[in-house]
């Protein structure tokens, strides 16, 4: 599902980026909206709010467990769209999905870490598997598992006899035995255990296990193969038409997006100076410049958590792997979103934002508002059906959307990537 989201606004917690050129009153009332939402620290390091107009409305079947399939489809596909860092949003025309799977299918990723840690992996390697004996253990490995299979068994057997003694017999006579017999579990296992360490070569083996598997978490080649078979196995077919989407899980789920429970409520009364910044390159819609305008907020707020089994975001702060140059990629992201070209996929959709009971106006003073200068809020469905919210008053304009919506997303930004260490590349795999 391909949808346009009309224009946003793009606010950082506390940075405000440039406005568009006609859009002061809009502008104005949006960066108003976005302080209301980013003060009371709904957003985290590093995450953005979008917001959206015209916001996508929330029809009620979305409560209907039958429709689940169905809406989280529609709603999956809608935040795989990869947001751009602009006011005046426009699509990119890019999938979280196609350019994650793309990366993994073809990134040039190193054989390890270093040297040092292949050679450290393969000599303990060696002491569970001898070289010259491919597939068999070492004695010592055969050790190892037979005291520590031992062990588990006297473990047992003793969580098995305290939890008898615990309960108790039918008779004083019959609870101490239980009690005597829970005793020599205990010792038996403790045992068991001494015989691991001294004849079991545990703490050994255990030291070379550990060495293994801190290799296995560095060599990032494991890891993308890891990735690379949970992002095959997790498309979805689509209920209507060819392809498949990456579904995503919703918290709150969807069936509780309209329940009354988690909803808050906001408002905020400002009255702005209606000379701008001139950082924020706004003008005014008609009149003349000078004046105040009075802004009012208010309305209810419910955020949804995204997550994504397929998709792992720490690959993109792993400076093992590099873009092979016939990809035709420069960069995955700068990690600066004010970038002139900020890369293919500078941040992700993490999370959204729905708003109920919106009330917005501006009174304004010393000035005619122009209503064709005043982008208005509209609300629409997964459907594009859109219907204008927007009323003019004598003294000024008010927005009115008191029906659920998903009026922003949460957004969380890309470190630079790739960002690859000159030093890894000597031999790579892929």
């Given at each position: 599902?391909r949808?346009?989201?009309?224009?946003?606004?793009?606010?950082?917690?506390?940075?405000?980026?440039?406005?568009?050129?006609?859009?002061?009153l809009?502008?104005?009332?949006?960066?108003?909206?976005?302080?209301?939402?980013?003060?009371p620290?709904?957003?985290?390091?590093?995450?953005?709010?979008v917001?959206?107009?015209?916001?996508f409305?929330?029809?009620?079947?979305?409560?209907?467990?039958?429709?689940?399939?169905?809406?989280?489809?529609?709603?999956s596909?809608?935040?795989d769209?990869v947001?751009?860092?602009y006011?005046?949003?426009?699509?990119?025309?890019?999938?979280?999905?196609?350019?994650?799977?793309?990366?993994?299918?073809?990134?040039?990723?190193?054989?390890?870490?270093?040297?040092?840690?292949?050679?450290?992996?393969?000599?303990?390697?060696?002491?569970?598997?001898?070289?010259?004996?491919?597939?068999?253990r070492?004695p010592?490995?055969?050790?190892?598992?037979?005291?520590q299979?031992?062990?588990?068994?006297?473990?047992?057997?003793a969580?098995?006899?305290?939890?008898?003694?615990?309960?108790?017999?039918?008779?004083?006579?019959?609870?101490?035995?239980?009690?005597?017999?829970?005793a020599?579990?205990?010792?038996?296992?403790?045992a068991?255990?001494?015989?691991?360490?001294?004849?079991?070569?545990?703490?050994?083996i255990?030291?070379?296990l550990?060495?293994?598997?801190?290799?296995?978490?560095?060599?990032?080649?494991?890891?993308?193969?890891?990735?690379?078979?949970?992002?095959a196995?997790?498309?979805?077919?689509k209920?209507?038409?060819?392809?498949?989407?990456?579904?995503?899980?919703?918290?709150?789920?969807?069936?509780?997006?309209?329940?009354s429970?988690?909803?808050?409520?906001?408002?905020?009364?400002?009255?702005?100076a209606?000379?701008?910044?001139?950082?924020?390159?706004l003008?005014?819609?008609?009149?003349?410049?000078?004046g105040?305008?009075?802004?009012?907020?208010?309305?209810?707020?419910?955020?949804?958590?995204?997550?994504r089994?397929?998709?792992?975001?720490?690959?993109f702060?792993?400076?093992?792997?590099?873009?092979?140059?016939?990809?035709?990629?420069?960069?995955?992201?700068s990690?600066?979103?004010?970038?002139?070209?900020?890369?293919?996929?500078?941040?992700?959709?993490t999370?959204?934002?729905?708003?109920?009971?919106?009330?917005?106006?501006?009174?304004?003073?010393?000035?005619?508002?122009?209503?064709?200068?005043?982008?208005?809020?509209?609300?629409?469905?997964i459907?594009?059906?859109?219907?204008?919210?927007?009323?003019?008053?004598?003294?000024?304009?008010?927005?009115?959307?008191?029906?659920?919506?998903?009026?922003?997303?949460?957004?969380?930004?890309?470190?630079r990537?790739?960002?690859p260490?000159?030093?890894?590349?000597?031999?790579?795999t892929?």
């Amino acid at each position: 599902m391909r949808r346009s989201l009309g224009v946003a606004l793009m606010l950082p917690a506390t940075i405000i980026l440039q406005a568009g050129p006609d859009e002061d009153l809009a502008a104005r009332i949006h960066a108003k909206l976005t302080q209301i939402l980013v003060n009371p620290g709904l957003t985290a390091a590093g995450e953005h709010l979008v917001i959206v107009r015209p916001g996508f409305g929330i029809d009620p079947e979305v409560s209907d467990p039958d429709n689940a399939q169905d809406v989280l489809e529609a709603y999956s596909m809608l935040v795989d769209e990869v947001p751009g860092p602009y006011l005046d949003y426009v699509e990119t025309g890019r999938n979280l999905s196609t350019v994650y799977g793309s990366l993994l299918d073809r990134m040039d990723v190193t054989i390890l870490k270093n040297e040092r840690d292949r050679n450290a992996a393969r000599k303990a390697r060696e002491r569970l598997y001898p070289r010259n004996r491919p597939g068999t253990r070492s004695p010592q490995f055969n050790q190892y598992l037979t005291y520590q299979a031992a062990y588990f068994d006297k473990r047992d057997a003793a969580q098995f006899a305290d939890a008898a003694a615990t309960q108790g017999g039918g008779t004083p006579a019959e609870t101490a035995n239980l009690k005597a017999a829970a005793a020599k579990a205990d010792a038996e296992a403790a045992a068991a255990l001494n015989a691991w360490k001294n004849q079991g070569n545990k703490d050994a083996i255990e030291a070379i296990l550990a060495t293994l598997e801190k290799f296995h978490e560095e060599d990032l080649q494991a890891v993308v193969e890891e990735m690379c078979s949970d992002f095959a196995t997790s498309a979805v077919s689509k209920s209507e038409g060819d392809g498949n989407y990456y579904p995503v899980v919703f918290s709150p789920d969807p069936t509780q997006w309209l329940d009354s429970a988690g909803w808050q409520t906001w408002s905020l009364n400002s009255k702005e100076a209606w000379n701008p910044d001139p950082a924020l390159s706004l003008k005014p819609g008609s009149g003349n410049p000078g004046g105040q305008v009075q802004i009012n907020l208010k309305l209810q707020t419910k955020r949804v958590s995204i997550t994504r089994a397929w998709f792992n975001p720490g690959l993109f702060k792993s400076r093992a792997w590099r873009l092979p140059p016939d990809m035709g990629i420069d960069l995955v992201s700068s990690g600066r979103l004010e970038d002139a070209k900020p890369g293919i996929m500078p941040m992700v959709i993490t999370g959204l934002l729905l708003a109920k009971n919106l009330e917005i106006s501006a009174a304004e003073s010393s000035q005619r508002l122009d209503p064709g200068a005043f982008k208005t809020l509209q609300r629409r469905s997964i459907k594009d059906k859109t219907v204008s919210v927007a009323t003019k008053e004598a003294s000024g304009m008010k927005i009115t959307a008191m029906a659920p919506q998903i009026l922003a997303f949460f957004c969380q930004e890309i470190p630079r990537s790739p960002n690859p260490d000159p030093t890894l590349f000597t031999k790579s795999t892929r």
